[in-house]
């Protein structure tokens, strides 16, 4: 066994350990608000977990998932408010349609190289969050509002518990982080690598570069798009604001940076450190209003990023991160 | 006595009827927690700032005995519970309906607030309103103007302040009321931003254009914050309506008055809604480019003259501030009177209780700093007394045209 099939059998070892922890975790930890934090933290990592399928492993920086959150955002709460479409079917509907427009985008962009691809991501995320602005249809800049009747599975509604969208994202987190740990291995994940270091190296050596991106962009996409529908439901009002804007792309790329960009583990890694710290000192010290709380995470960004360029990983690998990879 | 059936029956029935005497004195409230929701970092941190000053004058009125024709004023505390204080527990919601929920969360079940004031934005007046349903705690809209947001027929939410439909509908009084004097208004152009307080304010307007037999000649929706407005302004001077108006937040207005000024376009008259139009940094920028401009408000300081007591708390507001009472500190203000104002009533900290005691509110308009009629909820929980005004902007301050009861000048008409 080389050691690389050895590392992979611990990471799985260790993430079967860390999920049964985090199903436990509820037991002990009843505060709503705390939980609240737990299940941002899961859909942070599930989604940056996404991120870093095309962003990290096949090297296309991505700064415009929002788009595909926002679609799946709204693809369940439209059909939900407008035809009684059960969540579940609009989280499933909203991932294909992601994914097939990830494909539709994929098409003209994966053929702009470096800071180009990231300026088409930009540009086309603002584009869907301006027609979403003004679609009347959708409520336009007022957003829908899903409207809450009581505790169901079949609605994925609940009033005031938070365990069932904790199970959920846990389970969303694990099927994240599982896809990738299966790619990392498969004929896929060396492509995607290897675009990634040299696409015109990678192409002399066979390898698809346009269709490898293409995969990334729409497995990336559909992920991301679970997260949005689960986000929908959660929150139980979207509007373009919240869901589709800029910033939000650059929160589900966080993570992932900050953690370790192209690793299993960095997109855990990062949100499980970025999401409480933004949460906490916000409520703890946002109230304020001297923005104490954004100075500090601020700073924390700067310091790690300053001190370990390659993201937190680096401080749990014996060898350096950038040769994280073997053959 | 001998202990027959009979008193035993009645001392359990005398014992009965005196528990409920006992049972305030064992719940014994010591202070009411008061959430308040509202941006204090972000791009609208100024404005949850000044409202956390506002707030605080108003917690300060209810705390200490004040001589002032004002619900709570009197006495110190919350007389209806012993004199228990009220505890203001600030959060910050980042402009974000997320976080706005998970701060309505927190204060709910780790600080036990009785009740939630908020929020600035309407976006997170949704959700921080949700949450307050499935908790069963009061919720008081003070300065969201969305009017979607009472029609969802929430138990637990309440508006105190006018929705955008009713300053509309002020404008047009208003109109109507300068048409019967003999003055021309044929044509409106509408100007407005496309988030939610531009779409419902342009909304209402058509509606009430419509309905009133008044022309639009332009209905402009641009991005709000746009780096340029000139193809839209110069919409706006081909169409040269007799009433422009714009639904703007502060950098929008500022420069959609520096590029009419560019392209040589003077409008005959401007009625605005509010926003970006009440703030002073508009003002200090192009004022002298607008003499005359009319702006709707929910508050106007010339009330101090009839009301000395309204001049009295804006002095105490302008001492923790530095600024005067404005549209959005002054309602601010006022939705934390009226929520005191219902829990003290309510006698409990119950949420259901003080649900009740706010349905039951009735306010004359005299002891609020508010020019409106009354405070009475409908069954939506919407005040629809709460009258506005309009304000024209004349030798760098404000003076109240409208409504008749209200106005302390005629309106300069047309804008000089």
């Known amino acids: ?327 | 006595m001998t202990i027959s059936r009979r008193n035993v029956l009645l001392g359990g029935a005398a014992s009965a009827a005196l528990l409920p005497l006992a049972k305030p004195a064992r719940a014994q409230v010591k202070e009411v927690v008061i959430g308040v929701i509202y941006p204090l970092s972000g791009a609208s941190a100024q404005i949850g700032v000044d409202a956390q000053k506002a707030f605080e004058t108003a917690a300060d009125i209810i705390n200490k005995d004040y001589d002032f024709a004002l619900p709570m004023a009197k006495g110190e505390g919350f007389t209806g519970l012993g004199g228990a204080k009220v505890r203001l527990v600030f959060a910050d919601h980042q402009a974000d309906p997320q976080k706005g929920r998970a701060e309505a969360e927190r204060l709910i079940t780790q600080e036990k607030v009785s009740a939630i004031v908020g929020t600035y934005q309407s976006a997170v007046a949704v959700t921080v309103s949700q949450i307050c349903e499935r908790y069963q705690i009061p919720f008081l809209s003070a300065d969201n103007s969305s009017p979607s947001l009472h029609r969802r027929g929430l138990k637990y939410y309440f508006r105190a302040a006018p929705h955008d439909e009713m300053f509309s509908t002020a404008m047009f009084d208003f109109f109507d009321a300068l048409k019967k004097k003999g003055q021309k208004i044929e044509t409106l152009a509408l100007f407005h931003e496309d988030t939610i307080f531009g779409t419902d304010s342009a909304n209402a307007q058509l509606k009430l254009a419509a309905d009133r037999g008044y022309k639009i000649v332009a209905d402009i929706k641009y991005r709000a914050n746009s780096p340029s407005l000139t193809a839209e302004v110069q919409q706006l001077k081909a169409a040269n309506a007799d009433v422009l108006m714009p639904s703007s937040y502060t950098t929008d207005g500022i420069l959609l008055i520096k590029t009419m000024g560019e392209l040589g376009y003077k409008a005959k008259n401007i009625v605005a809604q509010d926003a970006g139009f009440s703030e002073k940094a508009l003002y200090d920028a192009v004022g002298d480019k607008i003499p005359g401009v009319i702006s709707r408000g929910s508050f106007s300081l010339d009330l101090a003259a009839k009301r000395p007591m309204v001049g009295k708390i804006n002095d105490m507001f302008k001492e923790k501030s530095g600024k005067d009472f404005n549209d959005y500190s002054s309602r601010q203000f006022m939705g934390l009177i009226v929520m005191a104002d219902a829990i003290n009533r309510a006698k409990s900290t119950d949420g259901e209780k003080i649900r009740e005691a706010l349905v039951a509110t009735d306010m004359p308009g005299e002891s609020t700093i508010m020019p409106w009629a009354k405070v009475k909820f409908d069954e939506l929980g919407q005040n629809n007394n709460a009258d506005p005004v309009l304000l024209q902007y004349n030798g760098g301050k404000f003076v109240t045209i409208f409504p008749p009861q209200a106005a302390v000048a005629d309106a300069i008409w047309p804008m000089p």
């Open chain 1, 1 to 327: 066994m080389d050691s690389f099939t050895q590392r992979r059998r611990r990471d799985l070892i260790l993430a079967a350990a860390l999920a049964a922890i985090a199903a436990c975790v509820p037991l002990f930890v009843k505060d709503v608000y705390v939980q609240n934090i737990m299940v941002l933290t899961l859909m942070y990592a599930a989604l940056s977990q996404a991120w870093n399928i095309l962003g990290g492993y096949c090297g296309q920086i991505s700064l415009g998932h929002a788009l595909y959150f926002g679609l799946g955002a709204y693809t369940t709460a439209l059909l939900f408010t407008k035809f009684g479409v059960l969540p579940w079917f609009g989280m499933l509907g909203g991932g294909i349609i992601s994914a097939l427009i990830a494909l539709a985008l994929g098409y003209p962009t994966f053929r702009l190289r470096g800071h180009y691809f990231v300026i088409a991501t930009i540009v086309i995320a603002e584009i869907g969050f301006l027609l979403f602005h003004n679609w009347d249809y959708a409520g336009a800049a007022l957003g829908i509002d899903i409207p809450v009747r009581g505790d169901s599975w079949a609605k994925f509604q609940f009033t005031r518990s938070k365990l069932p969208f904790y199970y959920f994202a846990l389970v969303f987190c694990c099927v994240a982080w599982f896809i990738t740990w299966w790619l990392e291995d498969s004929k896929w994940g060396f492509w995607w690598r290897a675009v990634k270091d040299n696409p015109d190296a990678a192409e002399s050596l066979g390898v698809v570069v346009f269709n490898s991106k293409m995969g990334a962009a729409a497995v990336s996409a559909f992920l991301t798009a679970i997260g949005g529908a689960f986000y929908a439901q959660f929150v139980s009002y979207i509007d373009p604001e919240s869901v589709m804007t800029f910033q939000f792309s650059l929160l589900m790329a966080l993570p992932a940076v900050l953690g370790g960009i192209g690793t299993l583990w960095g997109p855990v890694l990062g949100a499980v450190i970025l999401i409480p710290m933004t949460e906490l000192t916000r409520s703890f010290i946002g109230g304020s209003g001297r923005g104490v709380d954004l100075i500090l995470y601020g700073a924390v960004i700067v310091v790690i990023s300053l001190a370990r360029p390659d993201g937190l990983i680096g401080l749990f690998s014996r060898r350096p991160a950038s040769k994280g990879v073997p053959q």
